[in-house]
């Protein structure tokens, strides 16, 4: 094995955040330190498989709306995580075949994967960065190479604002992508938040050993990300009351994580 493979920098004795969040939505890309802090977090707050599936779900809603319904044809989704059923290329070609996306991720078995299975529709393109959101100049030089930054595109930050534990550092970061963007383009977050106090308590374990921490915000600080976008509507909500399809849905008694989509003017 090369040092330049990506497998050769895959750490298996610490949990990594999207192996975890593979367990927890049932896949198989995962090592036994993950599928213990999976346990263990479950163990906690019983409840944490489903924030991971309320989350997919609103990529899904999200990718078609920016798509069906704001004519987006192009996305940059950083924070990638490992393939599993309806990633944004897939969504977003099935409604527009010459949809064009580029993942970012910088763990090395979502690379390995990412590079097998998130193939492109014939008539649009899909490209993968191995880069950390910390590097957004690499990320958006690269980008585009597949992108074209004079039309709208939509930048994906699902679960991806926790793994920067320094406040300032990424509402930088966010301002910074946003900046990048023609006008028209679109912001879609989503991240978990700190009121559940159970939430907390599995969080606050599960960062006593994984290889990087994660961090929960407030729903207000979470929103703020959103300054100077024009919100879509319902705005910055609980995961299962954005644009939910017809019919019954998990009830919200504490929520634990909160989603919005902006449109840069």
């Known amino acids: 094995m090369s040092a330049d493979d990506p497998m050769a920098r895959i750490d298996t004795s ?4 999207a192996r975890v ?4 939505l049932g896949g198989k890309d995962n090592y036994t330190a993950d599928q213990e802090a999976g346990e263990n977090l479950l163990r ?7 924030v991971a599936l309320l989350q997919r779900e609103f990529l899904k809603r999200a990718v078609t709306f920016l798509v069906a319904e704001a004519g987006v044809r192009q996305f940059l989704d950083i924070g990638t995580g ?14 527009a075949p010459e949809s064009r996306i ?3 991720d910088n763990d090395p078995l979502v690379l390995v994967h990412a590079r097998a299975l998130l193939t492109s529709a014939p008539a649009g393109a899909t490209d ?13 030089s690269r980008a585009a190479d597949t992108l074209d930054f004079s039309r709208p595109i939509a930048l994906m930050m699902l679960s991806i604002a926790g793994q920067v534990p320094d406040d300032d550092l990424i509402g930088d970061l966010v301002r910074r992508y946003v900046e990048a963007l023609p006008q028209g383009s679109y912001l879609a ?9 159970n939430l907390v308590a599995a969080v606050t ?5 994984a290889a990087f921490p994660y961090t929960l915000r407030s729903p207000e600080r979470l929103a703020r990300f959103f300054d100077g976008l024009e919100l879509v509507e319902p705005g910055v909500v609980a995961t299962p009351d954005w644009r939910p399809p017809p019919g019954p849905r998990p009830a919200v008694d504490v929520v634990n994580a909160v989603c919005g989509i902006g449109r840069k003017r």
């Open 189 to 197: 977050l989503s991240d978990g938040v700190n009121i559940n106090p």
């Open 205 to 209: 374990a599960y960062n006593e050993r």
């Open 82 to 95: 490992l393939p599993t059923a309806n990633n944004t290329h897939e969504v977003a070609q099935r409604i």
């Open 102 to 104: 580029v993942y970012v």
């Open 44 to 50: 906690v707050f019983p409840d944490f498989a489903q």
């Open 21 to 24: 969040w593979d367990y927890l």
């Open 128 to 140: 993968y960065i191995d880069a950390d959101v910390r590097d957004p100049d690499t990320i958006l």
């Open 14 to 17: 610490k949990p990594h955040s």
